[in-house]
């Protein structure tokens, strides 16, 4: 199969999937390529704080989502020994300090969008297995496979890696990195919400290591808990009890629902901790945005946020270019020269480790 488009991006995320959906709306022709058959994935940051909700809401996004899917977060609780230190609130009545929406729920919701304008493909299930060109006379297009084992050959003038931290455009451009380390590493896992739970985000200290609870719609609350890094192997095999007991004597009133939900290590989901940041975001007609140029710690999901931010502002400057006469790689560099020396903060930071918020 061979088709062709304007601009191909690579990763369904929230970055890739926002990017093609505004990009298409201007009946630019894209194709979003996405390794996974299904959109959304079981763990990953998905509270918009200010700038993600200031992005979602000048596209007028959160009119396509069902109200159950959108949960405000009332306030922020710091815990120590099960006593409640310090309290954060929104700045006003009817603000809030993150809203939570299922990345399956917002995925589903952008996609719908992008469908109705005839510009836009989706191709589910396809994973990207070479590019087409090379960095010195410029990317052409890429290379795919999708589930049944059919090569599908892509042309394109602009290809955006949106495709996450081990990103593939990424490595088959030769495109270096420098990652990061922090110290800890993650324990994931999600247990329902008891009844009569407010919708709130708690932060507390347990055995000297972080513990976060973040209240999700559809009636979750999803956990976070800093390890040791580098400690997952040594630490599965010791014994699970004393280990999940320190959560319990932390938080008595989510005791039932810890033990219907986490009752052995593998409820966790593990999440090995880093930083990177890309040497540069543009390579001869290829550009990297969200995790793929900058990948950020989950703490306050700022890599969510800053993503969508990425994709905001790249679909702005990929609009200018096709207005001042097409989409093209001498345009992006000039992009990459022009954003590099600084954009103001309403439409988005750009350096050259990429576009992303300041």
Not at 121 to 126: D, F, H, P, S, V
Not at 158 to 176: C, E, H, N
């Amino acid at each position: 199969m061979k088709l062709e488009c304007e601009v191909c991006v690579v990763g369904g995320g929230p970055a890739g999937t926002l990017l093609s959906c505004l990009l298409a709306e201007q009946g630019i022709s894209t194709i979003l390529v996405e390794r996974q058959s299904v959109a959304g994935k079981a763990f990953r940051g998905e509270i918009l704080n200010d700038e993600g909700q200031q992005v979602i809401q000048k596209h007028k996004l959160l009119e396509q989502i069902h109200e159950d899917y959108i949960l405000p977060s009332t306030r922020i609780e710091y815990w120590v020994h099960q006593q409640q230190m310090k309290t954060v609130k929104p700045g006003s009545a009817d603000g809030n300090v993150g809203i939570h929406i299922p990345q399956p729920r917002f995925l589903e919701a952008l996609l719908k969008q992008a469908s109705m304008y005839k510009s836009f493909r989706y191709l589910a299930g396809t994973t990207v297995i070479g590019l087409q060109g090379d960095s010195e006379q410029g990317y052409t297009g890429l290379t795919a496979r999708d589930q049944s084992g059919r090569e599908i050959k892509i042309h394109s003038s602009v290809i955006v890696g949106a495709d996450g931290r081990y990103s593939t455009v990424r490595k088959l451009a030769q495109m270096p990195v420098t990652n990061i380390r922090h110290g800890y590493d993650l324990l994931w896992a999600k247990i329902t919400a008891p009844v009569g739970w407010e919708p709130v985000t708690r932060l507390a200290l347990v055995n000297g290591r972080q513990l976060s609870l973040f209240s999700q719609a559809e009636g979750y609350i999803q956990i976070g808990w800093n390890v040791e890094e580098g400690s997952f192997s040594s630490l599965f095999k010791q014994s699970f009890e004393p280990f999940i007991e320190l959560f319990t004597e932390a938080f008595p009133d989510l005791e039932h629902s810890v033990h219907d939900h986490i009752p052995s290590w593998k409820d966790f989901v593990p999440l090995d901790i880093f930083s990177s940041r890309s040497d540069t975001w543009t390579l001869g007609g290829l550009v990297l945005i969200g995790d793929a140029a900058h990948t950020m710690t989950p703490t306050g999901a700022f890599g969510l946020n800053a993503a969508l931010k990425d994709a905001d502002v790249l679909a702005s400057e990929l609009l200018r270019l096709r207005q001042e006469g097409g989409i093209h790689r001498s345009g992006l560099e000039g992009v990459r020269r022009r954003t590099a020396t600084g954009c103001d903060r309403a439409s988005g930071t750009a350096t050259d480790d990429g576009i992303h918020v300041s």
